[in-house]
């Protein structure tokens, strides 16, 4: 078998899919896309196919390795996330080709099913307290928020207070028993980060995430010695290699890598396994289509350390077009009291209708996240 062909389609509301096919007719879906850089990845696969045309596809780790090493500048965000949507799509093809849902060829299933997370509000949050209601209502267990707007390195106690409110509100809808994980966004610098870490506690957080950036992560330390609040981070994170001094360090209590940016279903059930080593787990970061969820359900199913999933379906980002709109079989990603069951089916799980893909495409997209100023006109992370 063959690769012949990979094909791409940018598709809203912020997506990029890609088709491989293959001689033998066994086609393969993946989800290769940094969020506001769709055109740059597609350039990325475009450049990979040169090496991947005329291969086996069943050759998975040799030809991750080969997309890896064998540029001479290798990593970040658009590389490896060229190189994730190829993986899922070479992963999609051998379950096809042996007729076993991927996790059944990564060893098998350690579980029968993953919690999974809805998220509520925007980037501005408000009426959180009604979202996570309608989420509980649902059927969730478990919400995400994002905590804060814009901060600045040493901004006002209102922003703090602001944030409480919100979190309280929050806590009183859903009641005690319920999972909030308090998303930062990396917007907090460090001097803030450690107030609203201490201030947070009382509401028993599920977690916080990015409490600074990824590039700031020794603060993790000083941010960890105020709070008991686990803390999580990874979804702007895109290899082991990235991962391996965050591990070591010791500071971080759930790393969250994104399977569509760090390098696919292969380059993260490694980075799973080596959180599992240092007694750290695992919360995939999956804002994102069906092929990146089906990719994360696989991998979810084989690793222990996993303990809850993210997941897009109704999220503000994705207005116009949902997950569940790309899909022939819907039902794959039912959700019963707060889980989601293993996939199934062969590959990946899910099927891809084709023609509403093609149809999308045409559409295409051109997102961008917002560019956010603080009062003083200096640029503030969004």
């Known amino acids: 078998m063959k690769i012949t062909s990979l094909k791409l389609y940018p598709v809203p509301p912020r997506w990029l ?17 940094i969020e506001g850089r769709a055109d740059t990845v597609k350039a990325a696969v475009e450049e990979l196919s040169d ?34 949507g190829i993986d899922q799509a070479l992963w999609d093809i051998k379950g096809k080709y042996y007729q076993a849902p991927v996790h059944e060829l990564m060893g098998g299933a350690c579980r029968d099913s993953v919690r999974v997370y809805s998220w509520i509000g925007g980037d501005r949050p408000a009426d959180v ?50 999972g909030i ?50 803390i999580a981070t990874g979804e702007r994170m895109y290899s082991r290699w990235d991962f391996k001094k965050l591990l070591q360090d010791g500071y971080v209590d759930i790393i969250q890598p994104d399977l569509s940016h760090a390098g696919g279903i292969t380059e993260c059930k490694k980075i799973f396994s080596m959180a599992e080593a240092y007694d750290v787990a695992v919360a ?53 009291e707060g889980y989601v069951e293993n996939l199934k089916n062969p590959g990946l799980g899910v099927s891809i209708n084709e023609e509403f893909v093609k149809q999308k495409a045409e559409e295409g997209h051109r997102w961008r996240n917002p560019v956010w100023r603080h009062k003083d006109g200096t640029i503030a992370e969004w």
């Open 17 to 33: 899919f890609l088709k491989i096919e293959t001689d033998e007719g066994i086609e393969g879906w993946g989800e290769p896309v």
């Open 51 to 84: 090496y991947l045309i005329g291969k086996n596809p069943l050759r998975i780790e040799d030809h991750w390795q080969v997309m890896y090493r064998s540029g001479f500048y290798r990593g970040g965000p658009i590389h490896m996330s060229a190189v994730a």
């Open 129 to 178: 307290g009604t979202a996570a209601r309608e989420a509980k209502d649902a059927g969730f267990t478990a919400i995400k928020m994002n905590g804060t707007e814009e901060m600045q390195y040493i901004d006002s106690y209102k922003k703090i207070d602001e944030v409480l409110e919100r979190t309280a509100a929050v806590r009183e809808a859903v009641g005690d028993d319920f």
């Open 181 to 230: 994980g308090i998303d930062f966004h990396g917007r907090v610098h460090k001097p803030m980060a450690k107030i609203l870490a201490k201030e947070l506690e009382p509401f028993r957080p599920m977690f916080i995430e990015e409490p600074v950036l990824p590039e700031n992560n020794e603060a993790l330390r000083d941010i960890a010695r105020v709070t008991n609040i686990p």
């Open 284 to 336: 995939p970061h999956c804002p994102l289509g069906p092929i990146a969820l089906a990719s994360c359900l696989q991998v979810d199913a084989t690793s222990h350390n996993v303990f809850i999933q993210e997941q897009s379906l109704g999220i503000h980002y994705n207005k116009g077009s949902d997950l569940l709109d790309y899909l022939t079989d819907k039902s794959v990603f039912d959700y019963k």
